[in-house]
Each structure stands twice: as structure tokens, then as C-alpha cells.
């Protein structure tokens, strides 16, 4: 076997998520990467996915180890990149700062640029302060550009696509969904929080459900908001799915809705797209700017224009459903793990 490398490439991390995991290991496969680690806050109980190195990455649990400790493993895997997840954990900026004259230190993050108070703070401290500690920057999409930008990093070393949906899972509904007619079931799956805009959906649905009586909302999650939710006999409220529970309800849906009032990035769209749904997307969701092209697969809305997106969804033939499908299925193809790790690779360039 030909040695790999020459990439050793550490990744400072906050909360795991599945979808992390699927493009590490595509990053470990690569015949340009000797090494992965992940360092990582403790993983919550409830994670719906299994935690444990794999022969692409290893994992280290940093609540486990003190700040001489953490900064030993990190010699000790000695990086030729490093990605950290944010600038709020003092420890990982600390290893951040000792490592920035040495090799690439890319800042993830998926603010978009708001002009807060905060935001501004930091585009002012930003030479004294993050250009101190990272050297390069990786943001999901569009929406995170302007703030990158204003924090003074050049284009050079800067590039988008940090956040790639796992398309194993939803690949295999897209092939269960084939020339199959859905149902008249549009479909949430998020947090029952105020900011998710879920009160909103379920208000805007009740509203149309006299006139449209074969339609039915069904949403899984649970929240903050559970004890208020709509009780209605068109609105079904599963509570929380695993993975696994969610594949039925994705085969036959007529459409996903996300109607946030404020969703960074938002992989769930990716995924969605992925399974071939047709979208109903808030302008607030920053994937919305790749994955839901307005009047091919998706409807892209505004504050308040819920209601009437929903009516025109509600009203389309059944083959224009299948082609909104198809695009949205189309489009996600073309975000794939190896462009997440083209693009990781080429930000580790010294």
C-alpha cells in the first residue's frame, strides 16, 4: 500500500453531529490525508448516532483532559492544518494561537452579518483578536461571506461549503420515492421553539384547512413549545424520531417546510433536498441560497407570505410535484462530501 499524506488534520470541535462524522471519514479516505483528529465537547445522551473512532478518523473527548493534557495530544498528533469550531472556547483558541505561525488555522462559523452591536465589536477587534488566532475561514454558504470578509480575511483564504448533509440515508428514500404519487402530507422536522417559526406554520395551515381538507401537516420534534401546539385533526405531532422512524414519513410527503425566523445554515435542507422533497423555505434559512431554487423546487418566502405559499403548494398537479422532486434532488447532488473535502483541502494549502 502506497503511503498516504501529507495532511495530519486536527479539527477542534463543539457538538458532534452525523452529518460531521460522514464528511471526516470522507476526509480520512483520502489519499492526500495521512491523519484526523477530532477533538470534541462531551457528546449529548440523546445523540441519535453512534460515537467512537474509526479507522478514516480518531476521536478525543475533551472534557476529559485538562489544558496541559489537551495541548500534549495535540503535539503529539502534530497537525499540518488545524479547524476549529468558532471562537468561544478559550482552550481551543489558546492551541489555536500556539499553532498560527506554524501551519493553516481555518475558523469555521455560520453568523450571518447582522451589524449587532457584538458582530461590530469583533470586526473592530479583529486584528488584536481572531486575525491573531486564525489565519484562514470556512463558512457554509453566501450569507456568511460578508461577515468573513469584514473580519479581514482575504478571498485567497477563504471558502464556502462547510456544511455537507450524510447522503446515504436520504439517498435511499429518493430511490423508495420513485414513481411513487406522495401523499397530501406536507412535513416539519426541527425544534418546537419560537425562532423555528413552527406556531406560525401550524396557524397558517389551520387557516387553509377547510378549504383544503385532503392536506395534512405532520411535524416531529419536540420543544419548548410542545405543551402550546396546535391541536387541530389535520395537524399530527409525533414528538421526537431517530433517524431511522423518519424514513417513512419522508417517503411519502408532499413537501418539507421550514419556516424559521432565523436558521444560519440549515443542513436539514440538504438532506431533504437529497430525498427528492420539494421545499417550502423561509428566506431566513442560509441553505435556502443553495438548495431551494424559488419556482423550480421550492418556494422561498418571505415574513408573513406563509400562509399564501402554502395555498399555491397546496393547489399544484401532481407531475409538477414530481418534477419539484426531481430538481431538488438534482441540485443536492451537487454538494457532495468530495467537494467538502476539496474545499477543506485546498484552505490547508500552506
Request: with cysteine.
Amino acid at each position: 500500500m502506497m503511503p498516504k499524506g501529507p495532511h495530519r488534520i486536527l479539527f477542534l470541535y463543539s457538538e458532534l453531529a452525523g452529518y460531521f462524522l460522514a464528511c471526516a471519514k470522507e476526509l480520512g479516505k483520502s489519499e492526500w490525508v495521512e491523519a484526523v483528529l477530532i477533538i470534541h465537547w462531551p457528546v449529548n445522551s440523546e445523540a441519535p448516532f453512534v460515537i467512537g473512532s474509526t479507522d478514516e478518523y480518531e476521536l478525543v473527548d475533551k472534557s476529559g483532559l485538562d489544558q496541559d493534557e489537551l495541548e500534549k495530544v495535540v503535539a503529539d498528533f502534530n497537525p499540518t492544518a488545524l479547524v476549529c469550531s468558532g471562537w468561544m472556547d478559550s482552550d481551543y483558541k489558546r492551541i489555536a494561537r500556539q499553532w498560527l505561525p506554524k501551519i493553516p488555522v481555518v475558523l469555521t462559523f455560520d453568523n450571518w452579518w447582522t451589524g449587532s452591536l457584538r458582530q461590530r465589536l469583533a470586526v473592530w477587534t479583529a486584528p488584536f483578536y481572531i486575525r491573531r488566532h486564525f489565519n484562514r475561514v470556512w463558512v457554509p454558504g453566501d450569507p456568511q461571506l460578508p461577515f468573513a470578509r469584514k473580519l479581514g480575511f482575504p478571498d485567497e483564504h477563504t471558502a464556502t461549503g462547510f456544511y455537507c448533509a450524510d447522503p446515504v440515508p436520504f439517498l435511499k428514500v429518493w430511490e423508495a420515492r420513485k414513481n411513487r404519487e406522495p401523499a397530501k402530507k406536507l412535513l416539519y422536522v426541527g425544534r418546537y421553539l419560537p425562532v423555528k417559526g413552527v406556531r406560525e406554520l401550524w396557524a397558517a395551515f389551520a387557516s387553509l384547512s377547510d378549504d383544503y381538507p385532503e392536506w395534512e401537516l405532520h411535524c416531529i420534534g419536540t420543544g419548548d413549545l410542545w405543551e402550546e401546539r396546535t391541536i387541530h385533526p389535520k395537524i399530527i405531532h409525533h414528538g421526537f424520531l431517530q433517524p431511522h422512524e423518519l424514513t417513512p414519513h419522508l417517503i411519502d410527503a408532499a413537501a418539507f417546510v421550514i419556516p424559521s425566523k432565523k436558521e444560519p445554515w440549515g443542513v436539514v435542507l440538504h438532506e431533504m433536498a437529497i430525498a427528492g422533497l420539494p421545499l417550502l423555505a423561509s428566506r431566513a434559512v442560509g441553505a435556502a441560497t443553495v438548495f431551494a431554487t424559488g419556482g423550480k423546487n421550492a418556494y422561498v418566502f418571505d415574513k408573513g407570505k406563509l400562509g399564501e405559499v402554502l395555498r399555491a403548494f397546496m393547489t399544484l398537479p401532481a407531475k409538477t410535484l414530481e418534477a419539484m422532486g426531481r430538481k431538488s434532488h438534482e441540485i443536492a447532488l451537487k454538494h457532495s462530501l468530495k467537494q467538502w473535502r476539496m474545499s477543506l483541502l485546498k484552505l490547508c494549502k500552506p
